[in-house]
DNA sequence: TAGATAACCAAGCAAAACAGTCAAGTATTG
DNA sequence: CAATACTTGACTGTTTTGCTTGGTTATCTA
C-alpha cells in the first residue's frame, strides 16, 4: 500500500467522473480542465484504471469514460491499487529467509499496519466522498449552521478510527 | 500524507527501538543488521526522527538511540511525517485560485481524505503493534536463541497471517 | 464518404524522491 | 589518549513522477 500523489490524482479523476456521472460519458480532456491534470498523465492514469476494471470507455466523438460499476461499489484504495501497480517488496519473503527472526517481526508487523490502512481505505467509496462533496456545497450555498452538524458528523466518524477486527 | 517505503523503513526501525527498549540505547549497526536497513540510511532517518523529539541519541561506547517517549505515546503518524516532512503543496491553496470552484472541491475532497488517513494513523502507537501477545512471545524466544524446531514453528504462525482481534 | 473527435499507444525527458555510499568530523567512555 | 559510535555533508545511481510529443485507431456526424 502505497500512498503518494500519483493515486490523489487518480482519487481526484475518479471523483470528478462520478460527480459528473450523470452527464455520460466525460472526456479526458474536460477533467483535465477542471482538475488542472494534464491530458497525457490522465491518459495514462486511466490506462491503468481500464485494466482495472473500474472505468469503460467510450470512443469517438462526445466520448469519454464511464464509471465500471456504481460509486457506492467502488473504494479508494481500489484506484489506489490500481495505479501504483503495488508490488509489495518485502524483503523477507516466506519464512526461509530470515535467520535471526527479527526481520521478520517487523516486516511482518509493518505488514499487518499495511493491511489495516488498506482496509480502512477499501471501506470509503467514491459515493461516501462524493456525498460529502454534495453537503459541504450545499452548506456553503446554504446555512452554516448546516455546515457546522455536517462537520461534527464528519470529524465524530474521524475520531472513531476504530479499526474494525473483522480486518484483523 | 505520504506513505512510500521510505516511512516503512521509519517505521520498522522504531519498532525494533521500541522492542528493545529495556537493553539500554540501541545502535543504528544493530538495527541495520536485523532489519536490513543500510546503516547510512538509517542515519538520514535517525536524523529527522531526532529533529522531530521522537528519539534520543546517546553518543560514545555503548551509545545509541532510545525512544524520547513512551511507545504508547509515540504515534505511527508522527513517524512517517517525521521522514517524509510533508510539505503537501496542493496546487489551489485557498479559495482565490479557483474559479470554477470544481477543483477547489476535489482538493478539499481529497484533503479530507488524507486528514482521515492520518487521524486513524495518529490513533496506532507503537505500542500498540508491539504489545500482541504472539509476537511478544516470538521476540523473546528469539532473543534466548531457542531451538530451530521452535523457531520454525514461530515462523509458520507468522506465515499464517493470523493475528488476534483482541489486540486493538 | 470526409472530417472531427477522443480514446489509445509509445518513446522519451526533466525534475524530484529514493536508497545508499563515502569521508571527515565530534562527543563520550574506558 | 584511543576506541567507539553518532553527526554531518556531499555525492551517486536508480526509480518514480509528471509531463511532452507524435502518432494510430475507433466512432460519430455533417
Redesign the pocket.
Known amino acids: 500500500m502505497?500512498l503518494?500523489?500519483?493515486?490523489?490524482?487518480a482519487v481526484t479523476a475518479m471523483l470528478d467522473l462520478a460527480i459528473h456521472s450523470d452527464r455520460g460519458?466525460?472526456?479526458?480532456?474536460?477533467?483535465s480542465q477542471r482538475q488542472?491534470?494534464?491530458?497525457?498523465?490522465?491518459?495514462?492514469l486511466?490506462?491503468k484504471l481500464?485494466k482495472n476494471a473500474l472505468?469503460?470507455?467510450?470512443?469517438?466523438?462526445?466520448?469519454?469514460?464511464k464509471l465500471q460499476r456504481d460509486s457506492e461499489a467502488i473504494f479508494i484504495a481500489e484506484i489506489i491499487d490500481a495505479?501504483?501497480e503495488s508490488?509489495d517488496t518485502t524483503k523477507c519473503r516466506g519464512a526461509g529467509d530470515c535467520q535471526g527472526g527479527e526481520t521478520c517481526l517487523t516486516h511482518y508487523l509493518w505488514e499487518d499496519l499495511s493491511e489495516q490502512i488498506h482496509g480502512f481505505l477499501q471501506n470509503i467509496s467514491l459515493a461516501d466522498l462524493v456525498a460529502r462533496n454534495e453537503v459541504k456545497r450545499i452548506a456553503e450555498n446554504q446555512d452554516r449552521k448546516q455546515s457546522l452538524v455536517a462537520d461534527d458528523v464528519d470529524l465524530k466518524v474521524l475520531a472513531d478510527g476504530q479499526i474494525p477486527a473483522t480486518t484483523l
Open positions: 502505497r503518494t500523489t500519483k493515486g490523489r490524482y460519458p466525460i472526456s479526458l480532456a474536460d477533467i488542472e491534470i494534464s491530458l497525457s498523465y490522465l491518459e495514462q486511466f490506462a481500464r472505468v469503460n470507455s467510450v470512443r469517438g466523438p462526445g466520448g469519454g469514460y495505479v501504483n508490488v
